[in-house]
């Protein structure tokens, strides 16, 4: 990662602000980073956390809820599940430089909002792959949420959560953002997945519902999100 950063060139963007800045530093102490984020573009910070539900709660939910209610309810054994989790973590090599290629063409947004759908469309066709104690069918519903769902949200995150911001605040807006979303969407997403199924006698009904609702929620906010990267054709 620190080999292609260094090798990358910066944004115009970028370097128009850092000429503007170094003016303005010597005119006037400017305001942290972090506060004039909050201050002034604390509604894009909350866009990103709702963004993220539809990318952190399929991935928290197929890497440790289904992991261990396959194993408990349904007797699988715990190395097919984890052999296919990691499957899925090879596959999403390429997979996100095919949704980057994606987003180049059609937008950050509109990647974004395919893979929210998606995610929604896959929560119950995931239960019923799973249900099947099938190996192929079982890899084929990981596939499916974690490769394409998942993954299409992961790709262009960077490119779109940074473009919400202006550009003197852009780090700290998106980091700010992008990590209280993982706190609040993807670290409590086994707790609740497990208090839905004892609901219903260890059902996953209410727990692919509450897929559904937060992947809808990400895709309503993606939905009104500006497009922050045009397309283009490379």
């Not at 980073?33 to 604390?42: I, S």
């Not at 469309?121 to 104690?133: G, Q, V």
């Not at 079982?138 to 499916?144: D, E, R």
Request: proline content about 5%; charged content about 10%.
């Amino acid at each position: 990662g620190l080999y292609m950063r260094h090798r990358l060139d910066e944004t115009p963007v970028f370097r128009a602000f850092k000429k503007q800045q170094a003016i303005n530093h010597r005119q006037q102490r400017e305001e942290r980073p972090v506060v004039k984020v909050v201050r002034e573009q604390w509604r894009s910070i909350l866009l990103i956390i709702i963004l993220r539900f539809a990318e952190s709660v399929p991935f928290f939910l197929a890497t440790v809820f289904a992991v261990s209610w396959a194993t408990t309810q349904l007797g699988i054994a715990s190395l097919t599940i984890l052999y296919i989790v990691m499957f899925t973590c090879l596959l999403a090599y390429p997979m996100h430089v095919l949704f980057g290629i994606m987003s180049d063409r059609r937008g950050c947004r509109q990647v974004y909002i395919f893979g929210a759908l998606f995610v929604a469309a896959m929560a119950f066709p995931f239960f019923w792959l799973l249900e099947s104690r099938s190996l192929i069918l079982m890899t084929i519903g990981y596939v499916l949420l974690i490769n394409i769902g998942h993954n299409s949200l992961n790709a262009v995150q960077p490119s779109f959560f940074a473009g919400l911001f202006h550009p003197p605040v852009r780090y700290s807006g998106s980091s700010i953002g992008a990590q209280l979303g993982a706190v609040v969407a993807g670290g409590f997403t086994p707790f609740i997945a497990k208090a839905l199924s004892a609901v219903y006698d260890n059902s996953w009904a209410l727990v692919a519902g509450y897929v559904v609702l937060t992947a809808l929620a990400s895709a309503f906010a993606a939905k009104i999100a500006p497009e922050t990267v045009l397309p283009h054709s490379p």
